[in-house]
């Protein structure tokens, strides 16, 4: 039978002085792979499609990206060609905030003019996931105490400890330049003392259930109920 397509989304840009350049990637990836290691026999999991649109962080070395247009090509092509084997669906877990335009207008696109396979972007950072972060941190930003805290979750070897920094700066890189507001990189709060790992793990499993309830919503009968 067909699987359910799960096509982790990423980027490649500077998280500071003390995360990976695949911070979002990573946490999509694991989210992604975690719904498939519940569902072996109904996921189909794609290697992680890395460079996306992240042209807010330009001049930050390390920082590499693709212009919107080009992403949508990209992925309209994907699932043009996906859709010669699969009729059931792929879904696009999506960890990096500078791919939610291009995602959208790409899963419309699709969607409006083709019956199979129904296209879905999931974001990790959507409403429902903020209002749990919330609870534990005073803002959510990038490069962060929240990213650090997923990051130590996922594996404390890849946070630079020696190298995390305090910072408390505000801005909106959605229509300014990362450098524009932050010389380090870092928007948001970070303290040594506010990274935790434990609810950092806590906020990972809340991403899968809820990724693993809109899969249920979406695609009604793929994944199993418990």
Do not use: C
């Not at 899963?107 to 003019?113: A, F, P, T």
């Not at 962060?144 to 400890?161: K, P, Q, Y």
């Not at 506010?194 to 990724?211: K, Q, T, W, Y």
Request: charged share 20%; no cysteine.
């Amino acid at each position: 039978r067909d699987a359910l397509v799960l096509i982790p989304v990423g980027s490649v840009e500077q998280h500071g002085p003390h995360l990976p350049l695949g911070t979002d990637s990573l946490i999509a990836e694991h989210v992604a792979g975690e719904v498939e290691r519940r569902f072996p026999d109904r996921i189909l999991l794609f290697p992680v499609l890395a460079v996306g649109s992240s042209m807010e962080h330009v001049g930050f070395r390390g920082t590499t990206w693709v212009r919107f247009e080009s992403m949508i090509r990209y992925l309209l092509d994907v699932l043009e060609s996906i859709s010669s084997w699969n009729s059931i669906g792929v879904v696009f877990v999506n960890g990096h905030g500078g791919n939610v335009d291009a995602l959208n207008i790409v899963v419309k696109s699709w969607n409006y003019s083709n019956d199979r396979p129904r296209a879905l972007h999931y974001y990790v950072y959507n409403p429902r996931v903020v209002n749990l972060v919330k609870r534990y941190f005073p803002s959510f930003g990038h490069a962060d105490a929240v990213e650090t805290s997923l990051i130590a979750a996922i594996n404390r070897d890849l946070v630079r400890w020696d190298r995390i920094v305090d910072a408390d700066i505000s801005g909106n890189i959605n229509v300014v330049r990362t450098r524009d507001v932050s010389p380090t990189g870092i928007v948001g709060t970070l303290r040594r003392e506010l990274v935790r790992a434990d609810v950092g793990a806590e906020i990972l499993n809340f991403m899968v259930d809820d990724l693993i309830s809109q899969l249920r919503t979406y695609y009604p009968g793929i994944i199993p109920s418990t």
